[in-house]
């Protein structure tokens, strides 16, 4: 199994901006392979999707997050990166990322319980 790392939480204002990044281990031919997601969750609410990027580099939004999020992935670093802009403070909440390796199947991949692998999450709290 990969292990994942998140980082770039803290706090920010509201109307900032904040990027979130997340390396796995391993090595590049494997990382190249995965689909990758970022998801929240806030306290007492469930995790939710928030976007997703395929080993092809396909990527894809939740339905109420695109326009503010921007997914990318950087295969030589084996990281991928969530940019969040315009924050509010209903966007307090610990981010996760998550992979499953996914080549040469095709699909996004939107419920946490599609991946096989997450992080320990980085805490991002806005405030007013």
């Known amino acids: 199994q990969v292990q994942l790392v998140e980082s770039g939480g803290g706090l920010v204002q509201a109307g900032g901006s904040l990027t979130l990044s997340c390396v796995a281990s391993?090595?590049?031919?494997?990382?190249?392979?995965?689909?990758l997601g970022w998801f929240r969750q806030a306290q007492g609410q469930e995790r939710e999707f928030l976007a997703g990027?395929?080993?092809?580099?396909?990527?894809y939004y939740g339905n109420f997050e695109q326009g503010r999020f921007t997914i990318s992935r950087d295969n030589d670093q084996r990281t991928v990166t969530l940019k969040m802009t315009k924050q509010q403070v209903k966007d307090t909440a610990v981010y996760y990322c998550?992979?499953?390796?996914?080549?040469?199947?095709?699909?996004?991949?939107?419920?946490?319980?599609?991946?096989?692998?997450w992080g320990r999450g980085t805490q991002v709290t806005v405030s007013s």
């Open positions: 998550e992979a499953k390796e996914q080549r040469p199947r095709g699909g996004a991949l939107r419920t946490a319980e599609e991946y096989d692998n």
């Open positions: 391993g090595d590049r031919d494997t990382f190249v392979g995965y689909n």
């Open positions: 990027i395929e080993w092809t580099k396909q990527v």
